[in-house]
């Protein structure tokens, strides 16, 4: 506890001594204000004692609590502290560093965690970032973007904290932490989700960009449903809104093909979850036709598109249920395939078999129809 008494001090001394003929680099009136010099020594013996464990825990590297940060008879040069203008936060920041004094410390000694305080365009905010730069290159001393995050997320509400990210995006050093702050968000609830959603139409953010928020970029294709709290579901209800209704459907699927071409069998599978969402259902119908098309042109027979959609589990597509995207996939291309190759009357007993639970007959009528063909 002196230890951390005689940083602040420090601090504020350097401070004073480098604005004495700017008296609002620390915002006080000169004529109020009052710095009160703390005692040393306390009577209650409970408190040396928590004095002595926050100082060993400072020199085993650990991070303090941030409700440890308003200590009793610290609290007039906290709350100078708190005040003090950007270019004396910069010679703060020095001395903050040469005592190794935790970010998570000086986060609440600048009282960034009151309900009050905006952080978003905020030089100061700014410029505690930076001392976490020069932080986590200090040996044995670390505070990871997560970190940050996770303070950020105790004090700061969803909508603040939007904006925040928003205002971080603009700033190239900050944009790799603005991200990570929206995946977060994104992971916390459906209002933040909701939240994210306007912020990104109203700064005109590409589906493109999104989709790397989204973190999409690394994740795996999903072989199932999507349920409601889908990142890939949030990125397509944000493409339906972002791009032009006459060219959305084209653009995702282009979009999609590019990025998944090694991938081109699975997507069906995606599109068929996109298909079973009521709200996207036509998104989704558009873009199987696309894709179907392309099998199409290809040559793909609903029976060579069986054994490759069973790949890499050896899938027994038609022993799964029916609402499944791998079985209603292979389903919905056999009906298309059928009806670009096979007559009509071919096309009605397909879907006959398939209403009557006989999908393996209906790809061998698929499958006679064409050899006839040939």
Not at 343 to 358: C, I, M, P, W
Request: with cysteine; glycine share 4%.
């Amino acid at each position: 506890m002196r230890f951390l008494y005689a940083t602040l001090l420090a601090v504020y001394l350097t401070i004073n001594s480098a604005v004495t003929s700017d008296a609002s680099a620390l915002n006080l009136d000169p004529n109020t204000a009052r710095i009160f010099t703390p005692t040393i020594r306390h009577s209650d013996p409970n408190l040396d004692r928590r004095m002595l464990k926050t100082n060993d825990a400072d020199k085993a590297g650990s991070n303090y609590d941030v409700e440890r940060a308003y200590i009793p008879g610290l609290s007039p040069i906290v709350g100078a502290l708190s005040k003090i203008s950007p270019s004396a936060q910069e010679l703060a920041n020095k001395v903050w560093l040469k005592s190794r004094t935790n970010p998570a410390l000086v986060f609440n000694m600048l009282r960034f965690g009151e309900a009050a305080t905006k952080l978003d365009d905020n030089p100061r905010f700014l410029l505690w970032l930076n001392y976490v730069d020069m932080y986590r290159k200090l040996e044995l001393r670390s505070f990871s973007d997560e970190k940050i995050i996770h303070l950020l997320l105790k004090f700061q509400s969803e909508a603040r904290l939007v904006s925040l990210s928003l205002s971080l995006r603009e700033i190239p050093a900050r944009k790799n932490l603005a991200d990570l702050m929206q995946f977060y968000l994104v992971e916390g609830s459906a209002s933040s989700r909701k939240l994210l959603n306007e912020a990104w139409l109203k700064s005109r953010e590409t589906p493109q960009s999104v989709f790397k928020i989204l973190r999409l970029d690394r994740a795996r294709l999903p072989v199932d449903k999507l349920p409601d709290n889908s990142k890939f579901l949030l990125w397509f209800k944000y493409c339906e809104m972002h791009w032009p209704a006459g060219e959305r459907d084209l653009r995702t699927f282009k979009f999609l093909q590019s990025y998944y071409d090694d991938s081109e069998m699975h997507i069906a599978l995606l599109f068929q979850a996109v298909q079973q969402r009521p709200e996207l259902g036509d998104l989704g119908d558009n873009l199987q036709s696309f894709l179907f098309k392309k099998w199409v042109d290809k040559k793909f027979t609903p029976g060579f598109v069986r054994s490759k959609l069973a790949l890499p589990w050896g899938t027994a597509i038609f022993k799964l249920d029916k609402d499944n995207v791998f079985y209603r996939a292979l389903e919905e291309y056999t009906v298309y395939y059928t009806a670009i190759w096979g007559d009509q009357k071919v096309l009605k007993t397909v879907r006959g078999l398939f209403a009557n639970d006989e999908p393996y007959e209906a790809l061998a009528v698929v499958a006679m129809s064409l050899a006839k063909r040939q």
